[in-house]
């Protein structure tokens, strides 16, 4: 069973960059593709953003692509989530996830079974 413990996030201005760590217990992380998702208030889950088990490629949504970089370290269990030039609306609780890699051939959001507590991000104008 995987464990995913989440660090960073808080409160940044407008322009400015934060970034969350996702520490992986329990499990062959590096096996998993992980991904990050966020919530804002009285909006759905979005899927921003994803690496693959195998070759470390690299999915992004539309509304954080150019801005926000996935990365892994395998050798220390850890995914993280580098946000540059933050805005207002990407203030969210943020997520991370992980799911058997080789079960999966796409970038979808599907499949992701473990997930992190979750960790405020809050963009001030």
């Known amino acids: 069973q995987v464990q995913l413990v989440q660090s960073g996030g808080g409160l940044v201005q407008a322009g400015g960059s934060l970034r969350l760590s996702c520490a992986a217990s329990g499990g062959t992380f590096s096996r998993h593709d992980m991904g990050w998702f966020r919530q804002a208030p009285g909006k759905e889950r979005e899927f921003i953003a994803a690496?693959?088990?195998?070759?470390?490629?690299?999915y992004y949504a539309n509304s954080v692509k150019g801005r926000f970089t996935i990365s892994r370290d395998n050798a220390n269990n850890t995914v993280y989530l580098q946000m540059n030039s933050l805005k207002p609306e990407d203030t969210a609780v943020y997520f991370c996830?992980?799911?058997?890699?080789?079960?999966?051939?796409?970038?979808?959001?599907?499949?992701?079974?473990?997930w992190g507590q979750g960790t405020q991000v809050t963009v001030s104008s």
């Open positions: 996830a992980g799911r058997w890699g080789p079960t999966y051939s796409n970038y979808g959001p599907g499949g992701y079974s473990y």
């Open positions: 690496i693959r088990w195998s070759g470390g490629s690299t």
